[in-house]
């Protein structure tokens, strides 16, 4: 079936730095969706992509739609302490329904 | 605009007994997903539903059922609660289609 892989798995960074996560996919998706989550919370909406090689930014955080349409990636840029949490990024196994497949997430940890 | 509201935010059941999960979705949102998270197996799709029909399904045992109302409004059950079903319930809202999709703050249900 469908798999999203994530990289890193986790990463440690300096506040201040800029942060690379990639999804990636053994199957194209049409649709690439980035969320962050807070422990005990439901993950929130970053990004949207719709289009193969589609960059799309969302104040510091930048999102691309790889133009296999079998990856993508976040960017974070001049990274805060508010941007600790876990990352996933999620695809749709078709193309009429919500039935996502959620790749397991780059843990983010931003030291001060 | 209120969001994706979830109750009850925690639960603690034993195990055998079952359990009711509630979701409302944004207003004018159809569909309404459901989802499990826990640590080892991540987020997994349970079941989608949108027009008071179940749309979509993923590969969990019957004893996960659901169902949405009129008012799109949507509950989860679990029958015959097992230790493993300990998890995080997430329930997500969307238009409909392969498209952005907003989560509730989740329900941690605990069954001992």
């Given amino acids: 079936g469908q798999q999203l892989n994530q990289s890193p798995q986790s990463m440690f960074i300096q506040e201040g730095e800029d942060v690379s996560m990639n999804c990636t996919s053994s199957s194209i998706f049409n649709t690439w969706l980035w969320y962050k989550q807070d422990p005990g919370e439901g993950p929130v909406l970053l990004i949207a992509l719709y289009k193969a090689g589609e960059l799309t930014s969302n104040g510091r955080l930048t999102a691309q739609f790889g133009i296999t349409r079998k990856d993508s990636f976040l960017n974070i840029s001049a990274s805060i302490p508010s941007d600790v949490g876990i990352y996933f990024c999620a695809g749709p196994k078709d193309n009429y329904g919500q039935n996502f497949v959620f790749g397991p997430g780059t843990r983010l940890s931003v030291l001060p | ?112």
């Avoid at chain 2, 949405?68 to 997500?92: I, K, W």
């Fill in chain 2, 1 to 112: 605009k209120a969001g994706v509201t979830q109750t009850p935010r925690y639960l603690i059941k034993t195990r055998g007994q079952q359990v009711t999960l509630s979701c409302s979705p944004i207003s004018g949102h159809r569909s309404v997903s459901w989802y499990q998270q826990t640590p080892g197996q991540g987020l997994q799709f349970l079941f989608e539903y949108f027009s008071e029909t179940q749309r979509n399904k993923g590969n969990f045992p019957g004893r996960f059922s659901g169902r949405q109302f009129s008012n799109s409004r949507s509950e989860m059950n679990v029958s015959t609660l097992e230790l493993g079903d300990s998890a995080l319930y997430l329930c997500a809202s969307s238009r409909g289609g392969a498209g952005e999709a907003f989560f509730g703050q989740g329900t941690r249900l605990t069954v001992v």
